[in-house]
Structures are given as structure tokens and as C-alpha cells.
């Protein structure tokens, strides 16, 4: 398969994630790699794959308008069919999601719509549940509150530390984060007006891929 279809990463931190797309032969291609943080080991992953990348100081704007507005510059350079959020660490404004809606997505690590937000594993291991995951979703106006279409569901082991589970969890996210993408890229999944549609069909609920 050619790899005609183009996605941007958008990433603050490590890069674990943007590592798994790289590693796995994604009928993609990544155009470029942006953080808004300089000298953090994601960009240099990028580097290292060849990926064009940008750095988008968020600490040189006084709102957030205009910095999404110069990222939204940098990513329609590229002509994205896919942006994907891979531990970005910004909140986006109602201006920049409508602009990518249907083909702005990302990865939290809950089980959503339970635990949006922050510090997901702690809250998960204080409320003792048995269940823990991460969920891909499109992203819409509401922090965390796109629709989902793939998650993957682990249990919590007695055993477990915080350490651990984001362990455990992480490794499932190298896994499903990529297969998702690659349900987009081959027009598999789709976002409609009614909802996600996959292979054709309303889907009536995320895809879930059980590790018990
Ligand atoms: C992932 O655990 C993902 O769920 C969250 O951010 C983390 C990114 O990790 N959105 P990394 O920087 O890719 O290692």
C-alpha cells in the first residue's frame, strides 16, 4: 500500500507513543512531529526516524487563540489527513477542533467516559476498580469527551504499583494507538454526523480489545 496518507503528531513529552507508530509499518506517512516544549526526547525520536519536526513554544504566547492559530499554520503545511495527539499537553481551543473535526484524534489512558483528565492511574488504584484501560477517541470540544473508537481493557492486579499499571497500560497503548491509525488510513472507521462508522456501520459502541 502506498503511503498517501498523511498524518501530523502533536506530542509534549517522551514520545513512547510516537515510537510505537514508527515501529509499526503504518500504511502511513508521518509528515512531521510537533511539541510545544523544546529538548524533550520525543523530538529527538522524530530526528532520529527522519520526521520533519517544529517546536511551538506555548511559553511565547499570551493566548491560547494565538497559538493554536500558528499551530494550526505549521500542521495545514502538511496537508494532514490525520492529526493525532500523542501526549500533547495542551488544551485546544473550540476553533482549532472544529477545524479538524473527524480527523483530530487521541489516546487517554481510561477506560472513557470514566476518568477524564489528569493523574488517571492513581485515581484509578484509590477507587480499587477492577478495570483499567486507555481509549482512542476523536476529539471534540469537551476535555476528554470525544467519541471513542477503540479501547483497550486490562484488569488491575492486586499486585500492581502506580508504576506498573501506567506500565501495563502504556504497552496496550503501542498496540492499539497504531491500529486505530491504521483503520483510518484505510477509510475503515469514519466520523459521521450520527457517530463513528466502521466498515460501513454506525458502530454502537467503542471496538475493545481485551488483555485479561
Ligand atoms: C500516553 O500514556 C497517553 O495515554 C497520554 O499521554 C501519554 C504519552 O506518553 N495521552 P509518551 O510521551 O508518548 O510516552
Known amino acids: 500500500m502506498s503511503n498517501s496518507y498523511r498524518i501530523v503528531v502533536l506530542l509534549s513529552g517522551s514520545g513512547t507513543t510516537l515510537q510505537s507508530m514508527i515501529d509499526t509499518e503504518l500504511p502511513v506517512k508521518i509528515c512531521a512531529v510537533i511539541s510545544n516544549k523544546p529538548d524533550i526526547m520525543g523530538l529527538d525520536r522524530a530526528r532520529d526516524a527522519n520526521i520533519a519536526t517544529h517546536v511551538l513554544d506555548h511559553t511565547n504566547y499570551t493566548n491560547r487563540e494565538d497559538f493554536d492559530r500558528d499551530l494550526q499554520k505549521i500542521i495545514d503545511q502538511y496537508q494532514a489527513d490525520l492529526v493525532v495527539l500523542a501526549g500533547f499537553m495542551r ?90 491509525i491504521s483503520w483510518l488510513a484505510e477509510g475503515r472507521i469514519k466520523l459521521k454526523r450520527d457517530g463513528i462508522h466502521m466498515d460501513g456501520k454506525k458502530m454502537t459502541g467503542p471496538v475493545v480489545m481485551d488483555y485479561m
Open 91 to 180: 488544551i485546544l481551543s473550540d476553533g482549532f477542533v472544529k477545524h479538524y473535526k473527524g480527523k483530530l484524534i487521541n489516546i487517554h489512558p481510561s477506560l472513557l467516559p470514566k476518568y477524564k483528565g489528569m493523574h488517571t492511574h492513581q485515581r484509578v488504584m484509590d477507587a480499587g476498580e477492577p478495570l483499567h484501560g486507555s481509549s482512542v477517541h476523536f476529539v471534540n470540544s469537551e476535555l476528554d469527551g470525544g467519541p471513542v473508537l477503540l479501547q483497550a481493557r486490562l484488569p488491575v492486579l492486586p499486585t500492581d504499583s502506580l508504576e506498573s499499571l501506567e506500565l501495563r497500560i502504556k504497552t496496550k497503548e503501542h498496540l492499539i494507538y497504531p491500529a486505530a
